[in-house]
């Protein structure tokens, strides 16, 4: 299967940016899609950069499924506070290009 192909040949997996929906579905292990079911085949290193609307994600289920991540040796690349795609200000805006790579780098390379 494609998927499984997909997943073999990665060296790194990188959602950028990963919404709170793909946060839970690969903390509970869910493949509802062609990225979940990347994440679940890879041995690769798994990287997220979450950005979502702040009330998302600090909401405990939010917070649970990052933690259950890092438990799994996930790299999460937090987001920054600043003006968010819905309008609203505050935590959840994605974190800007130059640190993603700065910290994939430092964790990866």
């Given at each position: 299967p494609g998927h499984i192909e997909l997943a073999d040949k990665i060296d790194i997996f990188l959602v950028v940016p990963a919404t709170a929906h793909q946060?839970?579905?690969?903390?509970?292990?869910?493949?509802?899609?062609l990225l979940g079911a990347i994440y679940l085949a890879t041995k690769a290193p798994v990287c997220?950069?979450?950005a979502m609307n702040g009330k998302m994600y600090e909401h405990e289920a939010v917070q649970k499924n990052l933690e259950v991540l890092k438990g799994r040796g996930v790299e999460?690349?937090?987001?920054v506070v600043g003006e968010l795609a819905c309008g609203y200000e505050g935590i959840?805006?994605?974190?800007?290009?130059?640190?993603?790579?700065?910290q994939m780098v430092a964790r990866f390379i």
């Open positions: 946060v839970g579905n690969y903390a509970n292990g869910l493949a509802p899609d997220i950069a979450p999460i690349i937090e987001p959840g805006k994605l974190a800007s290009l130059e640190t993603i790579v700065n």
